[in-house]
Nanobody, 123 residues
Framework: QVQLVESGGGLVQAGGSLRLSCAAS????????MGWFRQAPGKEREFVAA????????YYADSVKGRFTISRDNAKNTVYLQMNSLKPEDTAVYYC????????????????WGQGTQVTVSS
């Protein structure tokens, strides 16, 4: 069982930056692939970024590639999402998620989810 708690969301102007954090419980955090997803009002939850258990492999949605960076610190049981050059279309609730085993990008493959943190980008 893994419990996830996101933090770091807020209101930022277009072009600004935010860093999201996701703290995980449990002693086997380093065995889980981690992902960030987001959901805007009236839209389906979508993939943003994912990272393998070791941190050696990362994946990004085309819409955030070059602007967002996912990383993890297994000693701190934490995964991060550094978001730069934010755009109004990045406004959404951001969720972190965990799955045992290999890293994938599909929402349905993740077993554990946090409660989400709101990110609002003003124009």
């Amino acid at each position: 069982q893994v419990q996830l708690v996101e933090s770091g969301g807020g209101l930022v102007q277009a072009g600004g930056s935010l860093r999201l954090s996701c703290a995980a419980s449990g002693r086997t955090f380093s065995s889980y692939a981690m992902g960030w997803f987001r959901q805007a009002p009236g839209k389906e939850r979508e993939f943003v970024a994912a990272i393998s258990w070791s941190g050696g492999s990362t994946y990004y949605a085309d819409s955030v590639k070059g602007r967002f960076t996912i990383s993890r610190d297994n000693a701190k049981n934490t995964v991060y999402l550094q978001m730069n050059s934010l755009k109004p279309e990045d406004t959404a609730v951001y969720y972190c998620a965990a799955r045992w085993g290999t890293v994938v990008t599909g929402t349905r493959f993740y077993d554990y989810w946090g409660q989400g943190t709101q990110v609002t980008v003003s124009s």
